[in-house]
């Protein structure tokens, strides 16, 4: 059985989510900031943006650290710390912004939408079932 990560695609224009599992070795290199082509995800038309990421022990990725290992970072304003006091600084494990083989979920957002509604391609058998459902009524 293939490796797969876990996409969370994030549309703008409606301001909900969708969850897609897909093969690794699509994404594998890829970069956050990168857009990648909607038919990897069955979104025939779309272009998606990857905004980010996280590894599988939950290390979040920084589009800014060009690497696909983790780092510990000096850091003053970063994911999970909180500064209290002015100047201080602490020190946090991130991940690069390469998606590799330990890369266990990537977040995208759509930057261009297609022709038929995201809803419709993503989750066929949902709008099936509640045609079904209404039928019944």
């Known amino acids: 059985m293939a ?26 290199g890829r970069k956050i900031g990168e857009t990648v082509p ?12 990857i905004s980010g990421g ?3 022990a939950g ?16 850091v003053q304003t970063s994911v ?5 006091r002015k100047g201080e600084y602490k020190r946090k494990t991130i991940r690069g912004n390469t998606i590799s083989e330990t890369t266990a979920q990537v977040n995208l ?11 419709d391609l993503l989750n066929p058998e949902v709008k099936e079932e509640a045609k079904a459902e209404e039928k019944k009524e």
């Open 3 to 28: 490796e797969e990560i876990k996409c969370n695609i994030g549309s703008p224009k409606d301001g909900k989510s969708y969850s897609k599992q897909l093969d690794k070795t699509l994404l594998a």
């Open 38 to 49: 909607g038919n990897l995800f069955g979104l025939t038309g779309y272009e998606l943006k």
């Open 54 to 56: 996280s590894d599988s």
């Open 59 to 74: 290390f979040p990725m920084r589009p800014e650290i060009n690497t696909a290992h983790r780092k510990k970072l000096l």
């Open 80 to 84: 999970g710390v909180k500064v209290k």
């Open 109 to 119: 957002s759509v930057s261009k939408y297609g022709t038929k509604p995201i809803n």
